[in-house]
């Protein structure tokens, strides 16, 4: 199985900071990447998919990029909601997601 | 609209089978490029991929998982079922169906249900 490795784990940062996860994969996985976001007590919700296309209706200050194995989720701008749980996830051989990062704010 | 819903016991003793049954209406699962999987959560743990089933019946499951696992649909319901055999506290999650979508090329998870909390307990 190819795993991903997120980091960090959490964070803590101030409204209007620019905010980057990055996640590593054990092997090469071109660009099938995926990423959530999950607030507590709710379902994930689907931000980027293929590394670096923005999902329907998800707000453009998140963006993603990457190719092979290291990838990269950013939020340009944090804003109060945004404070959630974020999951890379591989799907280039059966799925394998990230261990979360936690942004909360400052 | 894509609508995705849980539906199981929520407490199961050790040893027993879980038997969860996803009920989605929005979408077809036979058509081309669909899909359907199943993710759990373990209380204030990361998601976990269990399996998948695809418009064309394909099966593909979680290689630590697999021999306990399996998928199966019922398209003239709209449903997913997901078995778990041999159920151990380490099995306490949150299971969540989500629909999977084929789109630049890779599946991606777009539309998900609510989960539900299921409890491994004697």
């Known amino acids: 199985d190819i795993q991903m490795t997120q980091s960090p784990s959490s964070l803590s940062a101030t409204v209007g900071d620019r905010v980057t996860i990055t996640c590593r994969a054990s092997?090469?996985?071109?660009?099938?990447v995926n990423w959530y976001q999950q607030k507590p007590g709710k379902a994930p919700r689907l931000l980027i998919y293929?590394?670096?296309n923005l999902q329907s209706g998800v707000p453009s200050r998140f963006s993603g990029s990457g190719s092979g194995t290291d990838f990269t989720l950013t939020i340009s701008g944090l804003q109060p909601e945004d404070s959630a749980t974020y999951y890379c996830?591989?799907?280039?051989?059966?799925?394998?997601f990230g261990g979360g990062t936690k942004v909360e704010i400052k | 609209q894509v609508t995705l819903r849980e539906s199981g016991p929520a407490l199961v003793k050790p040893t027993q089978t879980l038997t969860l049954t996803c009920t989605f209406s929005?979408?077809?699962?036979?058509?081309?490029?669909?899909?359907v999987s199943w993710v759990r959560q373990p209380p204030g743990k990361a998601l976990e991929w269990l399996a998948r089933?695809?418009?064309?019946?394909?099966?593909f499951y979680n290689t630590s998982l697999k021999t306990r696992l399996s998928i199966s649909k019922d398209a003239s319901k709209d449903q997913v079922i997901l078995t778990l055999a041999t159920m151990d506290a380490a099995d306490t999650a949150t299971y969540y169906c989500?629909?999977?979508?084929?789109?630049?090329?890779?599946?991606?998870?777009?539309?998900w249900g609510q989960g539900t909390l299921v409890t491994v307990s004697s």
């Open positions: 092997q090469g996985v071109a660009d099938y």
């Open positions: 089933i695809d418009w064309d019946d394909d099966k």
């Open positions: 293929a590394a670096s």
């Open positions: 989500a629909r999977g979508v084929m789109i630049a090329g890779v599946i991606a998870l777009d539309s």
């Open positions: 929005g979408f077809s699962l036979s058509t081309t490029a669909m899909c």
């Open positions: 996830q591989q799907t280039y051989t059966n799925p394998f």
